[in-house]
Structure formats: C-alpha cells, structure tokens
C-alpha cells in the first residue's frame, strides 16, 4: 500500500520466495500531457490520473488545460496525432465550455475545432495546408468551427505591415 502511494507507481505485486528473498515489481504510469492547473503543471497518463508536478522534464508533452479536460485529452490527442505533419507543431490544448477544444500551435497559431467532427476539420486543415501552406503564412487564428468554412484572422504583424 505505502509502494501504491507513490503517484509514479500505477502497480506493485510483491513475491516472497523462501527463505530470505523479496521481488517487488513495479510498474510506473507513462506520462502523457501535462495538466495546466493554474501556474503549474501537472504530469498526467492516458486516463488523466494526475502522477506527479513537472519537475521540468517533461516540457516537451503537449500542455492541456480547462474544467475536466484531463479527461477527455486521450481521445482529442489520438485524432490530432491522426495527421503526423500538424501533430508536430502542437504546444497546447483548451477545453472549452466542456464541449470543443482550441489547439495552439508552437508558431502561436490557434486552431478552433468544431465541436462535432474535430477530426474531420482537422483532417481538411492537414489537408489544405499540405497544399497551400496555409501554417507557414502570418495567420493568428484558424477557425474551422462553422461547417464547410475556414476563418482565417491574419497576424496583427500583417495587418500593421498593410496599413502602412
């Protein structure tokens, strides 16, 4: 039980083999995302079991954060890992409202997912961008929750750059 305690170990069996020897087996959780809880940071598995604060080894999971997104995280993780290119450039998801998420992009670029179908407005956002290169351009939003549309908010950079 004291073994269990430790947020790391997700299972423990114990052997005694007669007469003077202990195994202990161990198997430790697989660190997943981390949780944004305020300022901190929490380092989450696959069913959002929170194991232990970032000891700042773990930056390079994706960040996640809003009301119970710990929980269903794994499920939106598998749909962005689904197209490999854009999966790379994730930094952060945001639960929002408990019903869809935003995905920020290590360029700054955010992505509002629908909330019915993410995985085929990501699919098409893979798709247009593998053939315009539309994540290379000076974009800061991309919102693909409205069906059969992409809204695209230049950069605030782009904009002062045209007015002059």
Do not use: C
Not at 29 to 51: S, T, V
């Amino acid at each position: 039980e004291n073994i269990l305690s430790i947020g790391w170990v997700k299972d423990v069996i114990i052997e005694r083999r007669m007469p003077h020897t202990l195994i202990i087996k161990i198997v430790e959780h697989k660190p997943f995302a981390l949780l944004q809880i305020e300022d901190k940071h929490m380092i989450i598995n696959f069913q959002g079991k929170k194991i232990a604060a970032n000891n700042g080894n773990f930056n390079y999971l994706p960040v996640i954060n809003g009301a119970d997104s710990e929980k269903y995280a794994a499920k939106l993780l598998n749909i962005l890992s689904s197209e490999p290119n854009l999966f790379h450039q994730v930094w952060a998801i945001s639960y929002i409202s408990k019903r869809r998420w935003n995905v920020l992009l290590r360029s700054g670029v955010k992505i509002k997912l629908p909330e019915k179908n993410p995985s085929e407005a990501w699919a098409k956002l893979a798709e247009i961008d593998r053939n315009e290169y539309l994540l290379s351009r000076e974009i800061d939003i991309i919102d693909l929750r409205k069906d059969g549309y992409i809204i695209i908010k230049p950069s605030q950079k782009f904009s002062m750059e045209r007015r002059t």
